[in-house]
């Protein structure tokens, strides 16, 4: 018998932003769909602008499983997981550790199948980093939404992520924040005037 499923089920009862009051309390699972959602964007955004030749399923399907291994480690909290590189290196190698025995827990028939999408060492270079690219845009939303509401607790982890996504060079970034990261700051009213 296979657990592995019953693992991720428990996606949903792992909070995210741990040490932070939440206005809405976010889990890893709603975030992974966010995430996935993103990505599929920037692999589209990639392919028709900019020569891309991704497959935007596949990077939708990467990022539903980008934190899995959360289930097994929690969620450490930024400040905690990047305190010192010390920590931040013991920290990946405990991720790896996770991905394995997330591995270990499906059938062999399907284990090659997930491989490449809960192994980080086994993932495609260029995925990877478009999937944890859509991973900032998200988390950088969940702070527009937070600020929304009044929540100042997430004024410097916006800044912080701001900061991030100005430095990062992928045009398809560029291109979902010019055309879509204004609407998360809008009210439902504001977002359905053009209907």
Known sequence: MSHFFAHLARMKLIMRWPLMHNHKP???????????????ALGLIHNKFYQGSFDANQLATMAIFHDASEILT???????KYFNKDIETEYKKIEAIAEQKLLEMIPADFRSDYQALIDSSKMDERYKQLVKSADTLCAYIKCL???KFGNQEFTLAKQRLEAVLNDNPDPAVKYF???????????????????
């Open 177 to 195: 924040r010019a055309h879509f990261i204004e609407s998360f700051s809008l009210s439902l009213d504001e977002i359905n005037q053009d209907l």
């Open 26 to 40: 976010e889990n890893v699972q709603e975030h992974s769909l966010q995430v996935a959602m993103v990505a599929h």
């Open 145 to 147: 939404d937070e600020l």
């Open 74 to 80: 929690g969620d450490l909290p930024t400040p905690v």
